[in-house]
């Protein structure tokens, strides 16, 4: 059974820094393409980043992060993260990894969701 | 970028009414499109993909069709589980991977 398990959530003040984790069971995670897509209260789903099954420097992220967010991966761990720099109350949003629909694809949708951890910037 | 509008934003019906609901892009993507569905406090659950076919599990009541820009998500009877917002979700002109603002069902 295919598993993402997220952690790292919580507030942090603004100009504070995270981290976000996502443990992967049930396939071979080296195999498939990884993303971060975040959902502000009451709001849409909005795709963040994402990176190729292989790392490295085939990373992608929305307009909104970068520069401040930085996507990678330990394929040995099975582990994706996702480092947040320079939060901002825009950032406030439930934060899900996700899987792309297929191996060695990163161009595609995603299938397979965490179930989501929340990051609130207040001070 | 690529900008998908859903509509519309809520829609209610009764159980057993077939319901449609809408997504256009601002740009052709061809089939690379799929359909999710969140219910309150839980993670989007892929339901179509390639527009039109339905992911593993996904009851034959759900149905995408489309190409293009215009493309329609149909629940033929619709149910009380199948209360949740219904996002779609362009993949073929990335980065960035963009949603639609999506539409919220509601049972009469």
């Keep these: 059974e295919v598993k993402l398990l997220q952690s790292g959530g919580g507030l942090v003040q603004p100009g504070g820094s995270l981290r976000l984790s996502c443990g992967a069971s049930g396939f071979d995670f080296r195999t498939y393409a990884m993303?971060?897509?975040?959902?502000?209260?009451?709001?849409?789903?909005e795709w963040v980043s994402s990176i190729s099954e292989s790392g490295?420097?085939?990373?992608?992220y929305a307009?909104?992060?970068?520069?401040?967010?930085?996507?990678?991966?330990?394929?040995?761990k099975k582990t994706?993260?996702?480092?947040?720099?320079?939060?901002r109350a825009g950032d406030t949003a439930l934060y899900f990894c996700a899987r792309s629909a297929g191996t060695y694809a990163l161009g595609i949708n995603f299938d397979f969701w965490g179930q989501g951890d929340l990051v609130i910037v207040s001070s | 970028e690529v900008v998908m509008t859903q509509s519309p934003a809520t829609l209610s019906g009764s159980p057993g009414e077939r319901v449609?609901?809408?997504?256009?892009?601002?740009q052709t993507v061809g089939t690379n499109l799929a359909w999710y569905q969140q219910k309150?406090?839980?993670?989007p659950r892929l339901l179509i993909y390639g527009a039109s076919t339905r992911a593993?599990?996904?009851?034959?009541?759900?149905?995408?069709?489309?190409?293009?820009?215009?493309?329609?998500?149909?629940?033929?009877s619709l149910q009380s589980e199948d209360v949740a917002s219904y996002y779609c979700?362009?993949?073929?002109?990335?980065?960035?991977?963009?949603?639609?603002?999506?539409?919220?069902?509601?049972?009469?």
């Design chain 1, 63 to 76: 307009d909104s992060v970068k520069g401040r967010f930085t996507i990678s991966r330990d394929n040995s």
């Design chain 2, 40 to 43: 309150p406090g839980q993670a």
């Design chain 2, 20 to 26: 449609t609901f809408s997504c256009r892009a601002s």
């Design chain 1, 35 to 45: 993303s971060w897509v975040r959902q502000a209260p009451g709001k849409g789903l």
């Design chain 2, 89 to 108: 979700l362009q993949y073929s002109n990335w980065p960035p991977w963009t949603f639609g603002q999506g539409t919220k069902v509601e049972i009469k």
């Design chain 1, 80 to 87: 994706l993260s996702l480092d947040m720099t320079s939060l």
């Design chain 1, 56 to 60: 490295g420097y085939d990373t992608f």
């Design chain 2, 56 to 76: 593993t599990g996904i009851p034959p009541r759900f149905s995408g069709s489309g190409s293009g820009t215009d493309f329609t998500l149909t629940i033929s």
